[in-house]
């Protein structure tokens, strides 16, 4: 028998033995499912998510309610798409969704499992959480390290400054420093000198690996045509995690054999090493893989989030020169134009901070959440989730809601101002209508330190340049398309050119 014929043979065995059990199978339970598209034979509603799967979801929402049930292969999938149900599942149901379902981007790229993002709940997850909650995300680290991020947004200005005759790609530079910024408190060092050749392929192996972490792989809800590997999904995921193990494997033996960490101030991988060697007390020891996957998730998740988020924002500002005008003269009022702004000025600074709010709720860096999966059968709005559920709380729809916002589609900073539509609205969690780093026990760690940092880049650039957009493109005709990953990439990057507008000895000083 063919290699080809015993595919077609082993596929077709599949297929029968789904319909089979689809078909034969006694009904599971009289009580109601949520509503939703009828499913198609074998694949169930895998064809109805497209190349957009947060857009598909949102219009499917509005003909069948903001709480929708697909069936995705063998998988019962339910979607949240409205701040009310959103609360009841995070919320309300938060204990019983506490877990990821199994998926092959946990499995071939986030060292099967583990790391802390798709970690299982439960004693080692709480370990992972609490080491960077403690070392790296808690109020004091934030602010003992707050010289780091300054020092880095200073470079990143400096750069800026010698670039302001040419065109730059500005999500480029923002990645850099982000980066930098975070690997200075986990490693105690940068690791890119600049917009470099290193720099571009750690970005573009970012964006790879969200956009595959955001890719609905087939063998994921049937598996058994897993091992056929349909898409090339499984494939390109080992290929990339190959490339992103030889990049931390040595960051982590080179880290061992020098004295980085040695200081009155140690790094986090300093701390993670030390932690290899005892106990910890919940979960057995650290190893040099859960080491490594944690650095990952750190690297991944802190760094292209905020950059993009940045990039986002920056793109609002030069298409709506009005808002941009008024930050500055925000800006200005309260810092002046004789020096650089800092952390400590930002909670002064509330027309930016509603701009923040603002691009979090229009660009929402995850517009899927990252899944969860049901360790009981519950109710929700009267209707039945089964046990093993897959939960996907469609946050791009929830802050576009006609529902909850006026004109969802129109940015617009002062709704969260004094006298605006949501006053009291903040993005930590609690107030379920802009949810942009999750809600409930699964939410982003690093969220504080995300907030800060993102306000610090938007306040930064506001200052200290004026923007124009590369070869004189008209600002309403700037693209604003999405490109689908599992965080929410511009289709095309941000071309600008910075105009230096502070006294010239501010620059000088960086």
Same mark, same amino acid.
């Given at each position: 028998m063919t290699i080809l014929a015993l595919l077609l043979y082993t596929s077709i065995t599949a297929i029968v033995l789904y319909l089979l059990i689809f078909f034969l199978k006694p009904p599971r339970s009289l009580k109601r499912l949520p509503p939703g598209p009828t499913p198609w034979p074998l694949v169930g509603n895998l064809p109805h998510l497209g190349a957009t799967p947060?857009?598909?979801?949102?219009?499917?929402?509005?003909?069948?309610?903001?709480?929708?049930?697909?069936?995705?292969?063998?998988?019962?999938?339910?979607?949240?798409?409205?701040?009310?149900?959103?609360?009841?599942?995070?919320?309300?149901?938060?204990? %019983?969704?506490?877990?990821?379902?199994? %998926?092959?981007?946990?499995?071939?790229?986030?060292?099967?499992?583990h790391d802390l993002v798709f970690a299982p709940y439960?004693?080692?997850?709480?370990?992972?959480?609490?080491?960077?909650?403690?070392?790296?995300?808690?109020?004091?680290?934030?602010d003992d390290f707050r010289h780091v991020r300054q020092?880095?947004?200073?470079?990143?200005?400096?750069?800026?400054?010698?670039?302001?005759?040419?065109?730059?790609?500005?999500?480029?530079?923002?990645?850099?420093?982000?980066? %930098?910024?975070?690997?200075?408190?986990?490693?105690?060092?940068?690791?890119?000198?600049?917009?470099?050749?290193?720099?571009?392929?750690?970005k573009d192996m970012v964006v790879e690996l969200m956009v595959l972490a955001g890719e609905f792989n087939i063998g994921d809800f049937i598996p058994a045509l897993d091992w056929l590997d349909l898409q090339g999904v499984t494939k390109k995921m080992k290929k990339l995690h190959a490339r992103f193990d030889v990049f931390l494997d040595t960051i982590l033996q080179q880290h061992k054999s020098s004295s980085a960490g040695v200081s009155s101030q140690p790094d986090l991988l300093s701390t993670l090493i030390a932690l290899k060697d005892d106990a910890d007390g919940q979960g057995g020891k650290l190893s040099d893989i859960e080491i490594k996957a944690l650095l990952q998730d750190l690297f991944v998740a802190g760094t292209d989030t905020s950059s993009s988020t940045v990039e986002w924002a920056m793109a609002e500002l030069i298409r709506h020169p009005q808002l941009l005008k008024q930050a500055q003269e925000e800006v200005d009022t309260?810092?002046?134009?004789?020096?650089?702004?800092?952390?400590?000025?930002?909670?002064?600074?509330?027309?930016?901070?509603?701009?923040?709010?603002?691009?979090?709720?229009?660009?929402?860096?995850?517009?899927?959440?990252?899944?969860?999966?049901?360790?009981?059968?519950?109710?929700?709005?009267?209707?039945? @989730?089964?046990?093993?559920?897959?939960?996907?709380?469609?946050?791009?729809? @929830?802050?576009?809601?006609?529902?909850?916002?006026?004109?969802?589609?129109?940015?617009?900073p002062t709704r969260f101002l004094p006298g605006g539509e949501k006053p009291n609205v903040d993005v930590r969690g609690n107030d379920f209508e802009v949810i942009p780093f999750g809600a409930g026990r699964r939410i982003c760690v690093g969220m504080s330190l995300g907030l800060?940092?993102?306000?610090?880049?938007?306040?930064?650039?506001?200052?200290?340049?004026?923007?124009?957009?590369? %070869?004189g493109l008209d600002a309403e005709k700037l693209n604003m398309d999405e490109a689908y990953g599992l965080t929410l990439q511009r289709a095309e990057p941000l071309m600008v050119r910075p105009n230096p507008r502070l006294a010239t000895h501010v620059y000088e000083s960086l």
């Open positions: 947060h857009h598909s979801l949102a219009a499917l929402a509005v003909k069948h309610g903001p709480l929708m049930h697909l069936r995705l292969g063998l998988v019962d999938v339910v979607v949240a798409a409205s701040a009310s149900v959103a609360a009841q599942f995070l919320k309300s149901h938060d204990s %019983n969704f506490a877990s990821r379902p199994p %998926n092959s981007g946990a499995k071939h790229i986030a060292y099967n499992y439960g004693p080692r997850w709480r370990m992972l959480r609490k080491i960077c909650a403690v070392h790296l995300f808690s109020a004091k680290a934030l020092e880095e947004v200073g470079i990143l200005v400096r750069d800026l400054v010698g670039s302001s005759s040419t065109t730059v790609k500005l999500g480029q530079l923002l990645n850099v420093c982000t980066t %930098n910024a975070l690997a200075r408190v986990m490693l105690g060092r940068r690791v890119f000198g600049g917009a470099t050749k290193a720099a571009d392929e750690f309260v810092v002046g134009r004789d020096r650089l702004v800092t952390e400590s000025d930002l909670s002064q600074l509330t027309f930016l901070q509603a701009i923040v709010k603002e691009t979090f709720r229009l660009h929402p860096s995850t517009p899927l959440s990252l899944p969860r999966i049901s360790s009981e059968s519950c109710e929700v709005d009267g209707y039945y @989730i089964p046990k093993g559920s897959t939960l996907l709380v469609n946050v791009w729809a @929830i802050a576009r809601d006609p529902k909850m916002w006026t004109d969802p589609l129109k940015f617009q800060r940092m993102v306000q610090l880049l938007i306040a930064t650039l506001v200052q200290t340049f004026d923007w124009e957009l590369a %070869n």
